[in-house]
């Protein structure tokens, strides 16, 4: 198991740029793909971007392609996310998640829903 707890988030004008972290606790984070999701209000939880455990694939959500960069550092057991041309649409609760083996990455967009506990997650607010 992989316990995870997100941090980074906060209040910034469009344009602007944040770094999202993810500490991971357990020897088990660099065998996993991890990702990235976010609800924003009153919508659905949202795949935004995914590693693969190597860190040498990376996958993205159209909505954030060329604006932000998943990586991690695996001595670190920390997971990030750059985000970077922020737009007030991108305010949300973003989540890190470690994506089961089983997954392809053709589906981690799925497990935006299917997947069925989150932790608390970290609040992007962009302001226009």
């Known amino acids: 198991q992989v316990q995870l707890v997100e941090s980074g988030g906060g209040l910034v004008q469009a344009g602007g740029s944040l770094r999202l972290s993810c500490a991971a606790s357990g020897r088990a984070f660099s065998t996993y793909a991890m990702g990235w999701f976010r609800q924003a209000p009153g919508k659905e939880r949202e795949f935004v971007a995914a590693i693969s455990w190597s860190g040498d694939s990376t996958y993205y959500a159209d909505s954030v392609k060329g604006r932000f960069t998943i990586s991690r550092d695996n001595a670190k057991n920390t997971l990030y996310l750059q985000m970077n041309s922020l737009k007030p649409e991108d305010t949300a609760v973003y989540y890190c998640?470690?994506?089961?083996?089983?997954?392809?990455?053709?589906?981690?967009?799925?497990?935006?829903?299917?997947?069925?506990?989150w932790g608390q997650g970290t609040q992007v607010t962009v302001s226009s």
């Open positions: 998640a470690a994506l089961p083996h089983y997954l392809s990455p053709a589906r981690y967009s799925d497990y935006a829903s299917t997947k069925r506990s």
